[in-house]
């Protein structure tokens, strides 16, 4: 199989976030992964293969390898793409026929991409086990919702511009009037409960269209979600091909990045933190000069330069899908690659054979911020900001280059091998 229909794959198997992270989990199983509690003690060996879930949303994992390690080999990507999510009490009825949900906006979405697409739902619904309060994943695998268009016919400016209003333009039609009372019902089924047993849920539209490798030749590929899922899936598989030794390699994929963060299980937490408190806890490490001899990728894709828009770019810093790893950069922080963690990073895509290119935003636009410096607030060391060239960035369907993927993994699978060593402040080592 391809490592493009890998990532479709993967993708179609992680309609939200709380899916990405059991996807996740379920290949690290499958490559001899033990599942850690917050809750509970840790016993952690050399040679040992652990992951640890929060909120079910963002997951961390690490290798231990047989030699003493100095420090970690860290990746971070996120788990979250914009989408709007269904509201506790969402039916209501509309022209006298039919049910529409009522949504909120998750992230800065492209709204006119989720219009006239077949969508549906996912998430996690909270329901009653006997004593117990369980989450169950649900995922309502068919057509169920449409955001219909206005026609051009009642709505004669519709290609001059549009402002969506979210509270009226982008609620999905579920059906006719007599589905009213029904959107819980659906949910409680999915859930395998009765609707008395459903006692809150987390849902989420989700676009239903597959993802399709395309163009004169086969040079492009388009999916949900590949802001940030590309990152996710090719540092997962990285991950699970690295030979580690002298650092511990450990993977991150982190949720609420699209909000800012600011979560008990996003950057800006201390999940990160506890984790490496932890594990350096349990191996008698010093947390401090391990974290020193440490190193953070923070993957999330990049703009590519747009056909129809290159004016969009900086001139000098046009980034190109099928280009290779784009190293991000901005002088306020939004992105932290500094001039080491570029030399570093740089250097081990080198010894792997993987192009790099470089992106900055244009200096009169500004660009967004990912998990880097937010997970530098917690957990303070050299980190490089990176992704994969795309276009279309938070659409519902986006498009990146059909080799890039490929470039991500061979990359990171050098760098979750690599062990870091620092002699001074500046001066390191890569082994």
Not at 51 to 70: C, G, H, M, W
Not at 109 to 118: A, E, I, N, V
Not at 286 to 294: E, K
Request: glycine content about 6%; charged content about 20%.
């Amino acid at each position: 199989m391809s490592v493009n229909q890998k990532l479709f794959d993967f993708i179609a198997a992680s309609p939200s976030c709380f899916h990405v992270v059991r996807s996740a989990a379920a290949r690290l199983e499958e490559c001899g992964f033990t599942s850690l509690s917050e809750a509970q003690n840790w016993d952690l060996i050399p040679g040992g293969k652990y992951y640890v879930t929060r909120n079910q949303s963002s997951i961390l994992a690490f290798a231990i390898p047989e030699d003493k390690p100095a420090g970690f080999m860290m990746c971070a990507s996120h788990s979250d793409s914009p989408t709007f999510k269904i509201k506790e009490h969402p039916e209501s009825e509309s022209a006298g026929v039919y049910v529409k949900l009522s949504t909120e906006r998750y992230g800065g979405m492209l709204c006119s991409t989720w219009l006239d697409r077949p969508l549906s739902v996912a998430g996690r619904a909270v329901v009653r086990d006997g004593s117990k309060i369980v989450s169950r994943l649900i995922h309502i695998d068919r057509d169920l919702l449409m955001i219909p268009n206005v026609a051009i016919h009642m709505m004669r400016n519709a290609n001059d511009g549009m402002s969506y209003n979210a509270n009226v333009d982008m609620f999905p039609l579920y059906g006719e009037s007599s589905a009213k009372g029904s959107f819980r019902s659906l949910i409680a089924d999915a859930a395998g409960v009765k609707e008395d047993d459903l006692l809150s849920m987390d849902v989420f539209l989700c676009c239903r269209m597959p993802g399709t490798v395309w163009g004169a030749k086969n040079e492009f590929i388009s999916s949900p979600k590949l802001d940030d899922l590309q990152c996710a899936f090719s540092s997962l598989e990285a991950f699970a091909a690295a030979k580690p030794h002298g650092a511990i390699p450990l993977l991150a994929i982190m949720d609420n990045e699209e909000v800012g963060s600011t979560s008990k299980q996003g950057a800006a937490s201390t999940f990160l933190y506890d984790t490496l408190s932890r594990i350096t806890e349990a191996l008698g490490m010093d947390y401090r000069r391990a974290v020193a001899q440490s190193f953070l990728v923070s993957a999330d894709n990049a703009h590519a330069v747009h056909p129809n828009h290159p004016e969009f770019s900086d001139a000098n810093h046009r980034v190109k899908m099928n280009g290779g790893i784009v190293i991000k950069h901005n002088a306020n922080q939004k992105y932290t690659t500094d001039a080491i963690s570029q030399a570093i990073f740089a250097s081990v895509c080198a010894s792997a054979d993987v192009p790099v290119q470089y992106f900055a935003n244009r200096s009169d636009m500004m660009g967004g911020s990912t998990l880097g410096n937010i997970a530098n607030t917690q957990v303070s060391l050299n980190t490089v900001d990176i992704g994969l060239a795309q276009l279309a960035m938070h659409s519902s369907y986006e498009t990146a280059g059909a080799k890039d993927t490929e470039y991500m993994i061979t990359a990171l699978t050098k760098f979750f091998s690599s062990a870091l060593t620092m002699n001074a402040d500046g001066e390191y080592e890569i082994i």
